[in-house]
Every structure is written in structure tokens, then in C-alpha cells.
């Protein structure tokens, strides 16, 4: 069955360092990827989302590109801060589904 | 954008109890909700899927008859958790998809709520 798998946390970054969250998916077809943020005892927010191939969705200064030759959906920021700080959850979605999540990835931002 | 409101946010219940968690689409039409449980430093379990007018669908190993959901409007699904004991204390989360966007786009969640069972 369909699948997304990203890297284990937690990840610890210095504020204004380079993140990279790595994310792979396992899918029939042509899913809908997306990145959610959650914060502590919260829900999850949407944070990002590309529908097709070559899609790069960004906010808030995160980035991620629908790779299909890799099957990958990395998110990537060039300078976290410390409100950044909340665990990342990828995603995917074939319609109809309920969205399949990863594990999630801890970051841990400190100034 | 598109809310979805969870209530109650907390929610403590003595053993043998039953709890109701509402989830509700504030501006938009969802036929379709999703409930998940969350353990903690945990991803999130898909418990069921809630449609509109009929029955839930329920995952493997999720019990029916504890985990009552029903899904009377096109902006509401209730979960009850029956008989609460101490194990099913966890994070409950719903989700919705804005019906008007169609199937192959985000889903939006509550806020989730904190079930401690004592």
C-alpha cells in the first residue's frame, strides 16, 4: 500500500541554519503531497502542498519540490528561527483517501 | 481559509464513562471527516473514516462499538468514546476536505483534543 517515509528526528538547528527535512513516498498513481506543521498540543496546520510532478509548494519561507524520479518531497528552509520549532509531518494523499502521514520530525530551534 | 473546529480542546472523565468530541466545518461542506488518534511523540493512527449520512469506516483493530461516529451533516461528526477506560486517554484529531475543492486536495484539521480517562 501507499506509504511516506521521512527521517527520524529529532533534528536540532542553531536559529538562521539551513534545514532539510527528507521525505519519500511509496504510491500507485499520482498522489497530492503536503507538509504539516504541528505545535504542541495542537492540530496540524498545512503548511505546504504540490498536486503534480515538478510542483514546488512554498510558505513561509519553506520550500519542498514533487520529485516523481525520486519519489521525494523534501522540505527545505534557508534560515530557521526558533518558532519554527514543532514536529513535521509529510504527507500524501490519492483522492477520495485519507491523507497517509509519516512518522514526523522533531525540530528543535535555539538561539 | 477553511476551519474545522474540535471541541472540546480537554476533557477529563472517569473510568466507565462516555465522552462526546465534536468536529465542525465552520465555512465550508465536508462529506467527508477523518478521525485519528495520536500517541504521544507519535504520527497520527487513522481511526475511521466519517461520511455524511451513512456509516463510518472504520481501520483494522479500531473497535466499532467503543468508538461510536456519526456523521449527521454535511458540517458535523461526532466521536464518542464509550465506556472510557485509562488506554483510550490519547489525543483525538478530526480532519475534513472541503467537498467544493474536490478529492485530491489538502485535508484541514481541529485542534485536537486532549482525553485523559482516570
Known sequence: GDSVTQMEGPVTL????????????????????????????????????????????SNKGFEATYRKETTSFHLEKGSVQVSD?????????????????????TLSVSS | GAVVSQHPSWVICKSGTSVKIECRSLDFQATTMFWYRQFPKQSLMLMATSNEGSKATYEQGVEKDKFLINHASLTLST??????????SSFYICSARDRDRGTNTEAFFGQGTRLTVV
Not at chain 1, 477520495?96 to 514526523?104: D, S, W, Y
Not at chain 2, 466521536?79 to 483510550?88: G, K, Q, R
Open chain 1, 85 to 105: 520549532s514543532a514536529v513535521y509531518f509529510c504527507a500524501l494523499n490519492q483522492a477520495g483517501t485519507a491523507l497517509i502521514f509519516g512518522k514526523g520530525t
Open chain 1, 14 to 57: 542553531s536559529e538562521e541554519a539551513f534545514l532539510t527535512i527528507n521525505c519519500t513516498y511509496t504510491a500507485t498513481g499520482y498522489p497530492s503531497l503536503f507538509w504539516y506543521v504541528q505545535y504542541p498540543g495542537e492540530g496540524l496546520q498545512l503548511l505546504l502542498k504540490a498536486t503534480k510532478a515538478d510542483d514546488k509548494g
Open chain 2, 79 to 88: 466521536l464518542t468514546v464509550t465506556s472510557a477506560h485509562p488506554e483510550d
